[in-house]
């Protein structure tokens, strides 16, 4: 059986590697697209600020630059993990990402965490089919 094979998925659409971390935007492999924790940044963008619902729609537009980059697409999405700096904005978090993900969401996790890069209220990551 020949080796499954990974290609780099790069958009100028979304930023690029966070501060020029060693990692991809996203990496296509065995069917699916796995797309690194998008932050509230706009392309070129070095200060993260806004509220919970101003990151989140940012995080969207960048997921979805990053999937159409890799031959996929939100409705496309099978399982995201949200980080929330602070869960009791959960509420505001979930109103924004509800109207992204369509009638039939992915599979989700979220978790609050002690903290996110540049002070981040949220940061997404998201495993979407080809």
Do not use: C
Not at 60 to 85: C, P, W, Y
């Amino acid at each position: 059986m020949a080796a499954e094979t990974k290609s780099v998925v790069r958009t100028e659409q979304a930023p690029g590697p966070f501060q020029g971390a060693p990692y991809s935007q996203a990496i296509r492999a065995g069917g699916f697209v796995f797309v690194s924790g998008q932050l509230g940044l706009s392309p070129g963008d070095g200060e993260i600020s806004g509220s919970i619902e101003e990151q989140t729609e940012q995080i969207f537009v960048n997921l979805q630059a990053i999937l159409e980059a890799a031959g996929s697409a939100l409705d496309r999405l099978v399982k995201t993990t949200v980080f929330l700096a602070d869960l009791g904005e959960f509420a505001a978090m979930n109103k924004v990402y509800a109207r992204h993900v369509g009638g039939a969401p992915p599979a989700r996790s979220t978790v609050e965490v002690a903290a996110l890069p540049s002070g981040a209220k949220v940061e997404i990551e998201a495993i979407a089919a080809l």
